[in-house]
């Protein structure tokens, strides 16, 4: 019953752990990402990422003795920016790697491989040099070629089924020291119908959320942000019965990127939850991002 807070199964507990974006924006923007660079300019970039949830809710309720994930995942990007009809576009590629380790009602499950390569663009409608004012539209496929085993359904590097994520983002200064950037994002699911041993379905609804970058820039070189990201929906059902596991969680994280030299910049984070409704509590988490410039 949705409003009951019972002792939730492995598996129940475990259904936000399918993909390690669940409790969060399905692909998390950083401060600059939606900021242009010209035409011909190739990124190649690696994010490491480290958090552990000791924390589990349930209808924004802790649950006693609930279930823990540790992550260390890792995601290879490579952006390339071309310029058709006067439009600023960036076909680029994200491969995410890493393992998981769940523990749960006395269980322990992990999972290491590939995760699901991720393909789109982003084109800029409107981008003014100038200013420094962008918007842009972005197109993303989540593709179901990850390492998936279906005996171990909820705790995987790759899902299973196929995503489409869109998101819209507005990038101006406010100050000439200081700029925001405000994203919305939009996320459509399809079923895995091989989730668990026994190759049940699990259906998802669309997840919809913000994330906003408020940018102090230092220097020409450094850049301090303050992040914030809101996620809703996404709620799960499993053989057409509804797990009652819908977000509404949020968090903070600072950022400080800079730049080592002109085409290498080094970017780290922290952060942790403000709220969460259903899902994990991130207590702690670490992102380290390292940006080439070719």
């Not at 590629?93 to 523990?103: C, S, Y």
């Not at 939850?273 to 940006?291: A, P």
Request: glycine share 10%.
């Amino acid at each position: 019953m949705k409003n009951t807070l019972m002792k939730p199964s492995l598996l129940a507990l475990a259904l936000t752990c399918t993909s390690v974006t669940t409790q969060a924006a399905q692909v998390a923007t950083d401060p600059g990402d939606y900021s242009p660079l010209p035409a011909g300019i190739d990124l190649g970039i690696l994010y490491l990422q480290s958090f552990d949830h000791d924390e589990y809710y349930v209808n924004g309720q802790k649950v006693d003795n609930g279930p823990t994930l540790s992550a260390d995942i890792g995601l290879l990007r490579w952006v390339h920016y071309i310029e058709v009809g006067g439009f600023t576009i960036d076909p680029q590629v994200i491969l995410p790697f890493g393992k998981l380790k769940l523990n749960a009602a006395g269980q322990e499950i992990s999972a290491s491989g590939i995760g699901d390569p991720i393909l789109g663009a982003t084109i800029w409608l409107y981008n003014n040099p100038e200013t420094k004012q962008a918007f842009g539209l972005t197109g993303l496929v989540s593709l179901p070629w990850g390492s998936y085993d279906e005996s171990k359904g909820p705790v995987n590097i790759g899902e299973n089924r196929t995503k489409f994520i869109t998101q819209a983002a507005l990038v101006t200064p406010i100050t000439e020291q200081f700029s925001i950037h405000l994203i919305g994002e939009y996320t459509f699911f399809g079923d895995n119908d091989d989730f668990g041993a026994s190759g049940v379905t699990r259906a998802q609804d669309d997840q919809y959320g913000y994330q906003v970058h408020l940018n102090y820039h230092m220097s020409a070189t450094t850049t301090a942000s303050l992040n914030y990201y809101h996620d809703y929906g996404a709620e799960s059902q499993i053989e057409g019965v509804d797990q009652n596991d819908e977000l509404d969680n949020n968090r903070w994280q600072v950022t400080l990127q800079h730049f080592l030299q002109p085409d290498l910049q080094v970017q780290v984070q922290y952060g942790r939850s403000i709220s969460v409704d259903n899902g994990f509590f991130e207590n702690d988490r670490i992102n380290l991002r390292f940006v080439k410039v070719f």
